[in-house]
C-alpha cells in the first residue's frame, strides 16, 4: 500500500519546473548571440557558443564568465539534462559574480537529480535572499518531507502564506497527507500493511480520533483557501 500520494506534491514540483525559469540575464545582455539564441529556443546553439567563448583566449571578467555559465546551464536545464544544468550553476556560483536568482534554478536541477541535500541548501539560500520565497519554502518542505523529517516538513509547509497562490493551498493538502501518513504507521504490522480486522486493533481508537482531530479537519483547511483550484476539484 502507497503511504504517501504523489499528487499534489509531484504534480506541483512539475509546474514549478515549467513555470519558474530565470530571466536574470535576458535583462543583462539581451544584444548578445547567446542570449538571442536562447529566447529562440536554440538549447545546442547556446551550449555551443558558450564553449567556443570559454575556450578562446579572449580574457573576460568574471560577470561574462558567470553569465556565460548561466546561460549554459539554463540551456541544459531546459533540455531536461540537470546533471550538467547542476554543473553549470555551481561553476557560475563559485565566480561570486552571479545575482540571486541562481540558488532557485540550482536548486530545482539538484531536486531533478535526486541531489536532495544541496537542493535543500540552495532553497534556504533562495529564501534568504527573498526570491521565490513560498516556492523555496515548498521544495524545502517537500525535500524534508522525502526525508522522513515530517516535523520539520510541517514547520516549513506553514510557514508558506495561504494567499500564496495555489502553492499555499499545496502545502496545506501535504500537512493533511503528513497527518495520514503517521495515522496509518500508528495500524500498521510488521509487513508495513494495514490489517484487514481495522477495529479490533489495540490502536484503532487513537487513531480514528487522530482522524477526526487532524486529518479531516486539515484537509477542510486546505480545501476552503480555493475551493475552486484545480486541487479542490
Not at 16 to 34: E, G, H, K, M
Not at 194 to 204: E, Q, S
Request: proline share 2%; net charge positive.
Amino acid at each position: 500500500m502507497r503511504l504517501f500520494s504523489s499528487f499534489p506534491s509531484r504534480f506541483f514540483l512539475f509546474f514549478f519546473l515549467l513555470c519558474t525559469s530565470s530571466t536574470i540575464f535576458a535583462r543583462q545582455d539581451n544584444s548578445s548571440t547567446v542570449a538571442a539564441s536562447y529566447k529562440k529556443g536554440e538549447y545546442s546553439t547556446v551550449i555551443d557558443l558558450v564553449t567556443k567563448k570559454l575556450n578562446s583566449s579572449q580574457k573576460m571578467k568574471k560577470q561574462e564568465v558567470a553569465m556565460l555559465y548561466y546561460w549554459a546551464a539554463l540551456s541544459y536545464s531546459k533540455m531536461q539534462e540537470y546533471d550538467k544544468a547542476a554543473l553549470y550553476f555551481s561553476r557560475s556560483l563559485r565566480t561570486k559574480r552571479v545575482s540571486k536568482e541562481i540558488y532557485y534554478e540550482y536548486g530545482q536541477s539538484l531536486y531533478a537529480i535526486q541531489e536532495l541535500k544541496k537542493a535543500s541548501w540552495a532553497f534556504g539560500k533562495s529564501y534568504e535572499v527573498g526570491h521565490m520565497k513560498s516556492f523555496s519554502l515548498y521544495y524545502m518542505a517537500n525535500i524534508a518531507q522525502k526525508r522522513e523529517n515530517l516535523k520539520r516538513a510541517i514547520d516549513l509547509y506553514q510557514q508558506i502564506p495561504g494567499n500564496s497562490k495555489e502553492v499555499g493551498q499545496a502545502a496545506q493538502f501535504q500537512i493533511a497527507e503528513i497527518y495520514r501518513l503517521q495515522m496509518q504507521r500508528l495500524l500498521m504490522n510488521q509487513k508495513q500493511e494495514l490489517p484487514k480486522d481495522l477495529k479490533n486493533h489495540p490502536r484503532y481508537e487513537k487513531a480514528k480520533k487522530r482522524v477526526v482531530e487532524e486529518v479531516l479537519p486539515q484537509y477542510e483547511k486546505a480545501l476552503n483557501l480555493n475551493s475552486n483550484s484545480s486541487l479542490a476539484s
